[in-house]
């Protein structure tokens, strides 16, 4: 095969992802020396490797690749592909993800894309939303509005097109009128959930559906686990919304913070077994814990995104009163009103202290006296509660 | 006053919990001599302090502290006590808790303490439960879930006797048959907030009611905030269970990670206004996320208490097979067969490793041959699920 991006394509049939002998060998003979090798039937070449254990891992990866040899055709591939309205993605190309450099040896060769969204610029500002499949609805509700969240801040949305926290997460980049991405575990050209078919439907209309194996491959769960690896490194951050103990979300998680991306959790009631991973992520991994969208677009773009503070938290009438004035109005009556010199015994401060701490509390709005060099509580802060 | 300890009980009167300049004045004086100066009305001694501005710092203190001069009466407040069947502790008893040393200048001059357990004892091993007051279900059900949790591993529970969380923690230890210690905000033989009061009186039975200012005193904002100082410092370790944005839980926490003792906080949902001050100790304060009451403890005896794993989550029939096994097994079908060359074909891998997987896979009771040279998914392998 002359051709370089046909080699890739045929490439991606022959060896499963995540090969971990196939990436440093193409590396060193290049796609179309490798393939050619493989076509071959050679031995391994002299001079290619030098240490025996080298040598016997590489011939182990011919014996492998071989095996599929009979069922390669890369143009009917990329036919079946463009059939589809697909194309065929090769590193170099404009549209290349950037983020998938970032995997080194474990980058795939390919990538097969059906889509209308730019992955290159997709990938550019773009949140990892993962989690179960057996979602609760508490999981599917956050994930979609954290989709629907970040997608209104022009960041796209990065999943598995899985039912569950992925189809939710999917589905609030959509409502948002967002751009989303779905990392399959199978070929381009398969629906897998088939539940899921009319939001892949939706996703390749408005986002981009995307495998690195090559068309009509099946859904291994060897490949949903590599899979995960393409989905941590095309998102420039992870957050995982709800996962059990054990979930295929926390392996995404895991190469992400191996990609030193940042890693997000979404918490829940600690009853819930659907949040457990999350926890376990809290907890064990040092994720970052996760409340709503501006915290995880935070993940993204931690510069120059001012998160809001309280939130709409009201502030309570002694909010930032100096100790002092603070004793004193805890002395304050709210219905009676008392002399400053029961104030200040009460208060443990001395008169004039208690003098001047009533004048910056009237001011306020928080004292009032009724007259007779008595003091009380103003109106407004009456019905302030007490304690802490 | 010649008796250190009435000293130390005048002492608790004339000053607010946490004074700035008490502390340092106290240790220099010592507690009689800096009680004799507050009562003489004598300026501040020549030699005390060089500084003008120590000597005006000083100065304000003892006009501070000379307010309540009137209100003085030791011997009463101990009668008092002592006729609810309370007693008064000092530094230096074999009762007074180690973990109030930590607090250095801010260490309460004594504590006022009415109950069975030895306070020494129970704060070796304790854990302080704190938080919202207006909790939700969720979070009581937790906060008595955790404290009974700890009590039965023989960790006693601080919290500071208040609606809510409080109560649940203090409820959860004492249907355990455990150790509680409540920390008031006011006088020992005060009741507050009342509808607690039979809460308190089985508190006191079974453990201790503790604090540190004076009989009568009144439980004042000041005092609830100084109050979470001591819980901080008795307990080994601070969990918050539920706290709004701005909660004073949140201010036990500080004060505990200001005495470099461990904080953790307790998920919840994050559509929960009541968990949202525990999710901001997760993001903001590096707080260890606690889901059950195992992880609880562990913050108090980190040591030698080794957590369970996955806690009951059965193992999936190929977790922790090998790469090509895995890929073997993904390949079988469930229904009908597949020759050696096929699967050998649909896994990538070459005959003879199938061969040895299938050996495996068939010791597993994972891979059957009905005959004739090819193989399936045994029975009970069949109904695992696909996917990650």
Same mark, same amino acid.
């Given at each position: 095969? /002359? ?5 890739? %394509? ?14 440093? =060998? ?27 254990? @080298? ?22 591939? $990329?036919?079946? #592909? ?9 590193? +170099? ?50 994930? /979609? ?15 598995? *097109? ?5 189809? &939710? &997460?999917?589905? *609030? ?9 779905? $990392?399959? %575990? ?11 078919? *009319? ?11 995307? #495998? ?31 996962? /059990? ?11 992400? %913070? ?17 949040? @457990? ?27 120059? #995104? ?9 502030? %309570? ?10 004793? $004193? ?24 202290? =208690? ?26 802060? +009456?019905? /302030? +509660?007490?304690?802490?």
């Amino acid at each position: 095969v /002359a051709d370089e991006r046909l080699a890739r %394509a045929a490439w991606s049939r022959l060896v499963e992802p995540g090969d971990p002998v196939a990436g440093p =060998v193409l590396d060193h003979l290049g796609v179309r020396g490798l393939l050619q090798l493989v076509l071959s039937a050679e031995p391994v070449p002299e001079g290619l490797v030098t240490s025996p254990r @080298a040598r016997a891992l590489v011939s182990s990866g011919l014996e492998r690749w071989r095996v599929r040899v009979a069922t390669v055709d890369p143009e009917r591939d $990329v036919r079946t #592909t463009e059939r589809l309205g697909g194309r065929l993605l090769v590193p +170099g190309d404009a549209e290349w993800p950037a983020g998938l450099d970032d995997l080194g040896h474990a980058a795939p060769a390919c990538l097969w894309v059906r889509g209308s969204a730019d992955l290159a610029r997709a990938g550019a500002r773009s949140l990892a939303l993962v989690g179960a499949r057996a979602s609760t609805p508490y999981g599917d509700r956050t994930a /979609a509005e954290l989709a629907a969240g970040v997608a209104d801040r022009g960041i796209s949305v990065v999943s598995g *097109g899985a039912y569950g926290i992925d189809a &939710a &997460a999917h589905e *609030g980049a959509l409502a948002a009128g967002g751009t989303t991405v779905a $990392v399959l %575990a199978c070929g381009v050209d398969r629906v897998y959930p088939s539940g899921n078919e *009319g939001l892949m439907t939706r996703v390749g209309e408005a986002g981009a559906v995307v #495998t690195e194996v090559a068309p009509g491959s099946a859904p291994t769960r060897h490949r949903f686990l590599q899979r995960n690896r393409l989905i941590a490194a095309l998102a420039g951050a992870t957050v995982v919304v709800e996962a /059990a103990w054990r979930s295929g979300a926390l392996s995404t998680a895991s190469h992400a %913070a191996g990609l030193l991306r940042p890693v997000g959790a979404v918490p829940g009631p600690v009853t819930s077994a659907a949040s @457990a991973g999350c926890h376990r992520l809290l907890r064990e991994a040092a994720a970052t814990c996760i409340t709503d969208a501006a915290e995880a677009a935070e993940l993204v773009e931690p510069v120059g #995104t001012a998160l809001p503070g309280p939130r709409g938290v009201p502030e %309570a009438d002694h909010d930032g009163l100096p100790p002092h004035d603070l004793r $004193v109005l805890d002395a304050l009556p709210v219905r009676t009103a008392r002399s400053t010199l029961s104030l200040a015994q009460v208060a443990g401060l001395p008169e004039l202290q =208690v003098l001047a701490a009533l004048g910056r509390l009237s001011l306020l709005g928080l004292a009032e006296s009724p007259g007779g060099g008595t003091w009380r509580r103003a109106r407004r802060a +009456g019905a /302030a +509660g007490r304690g802490a």
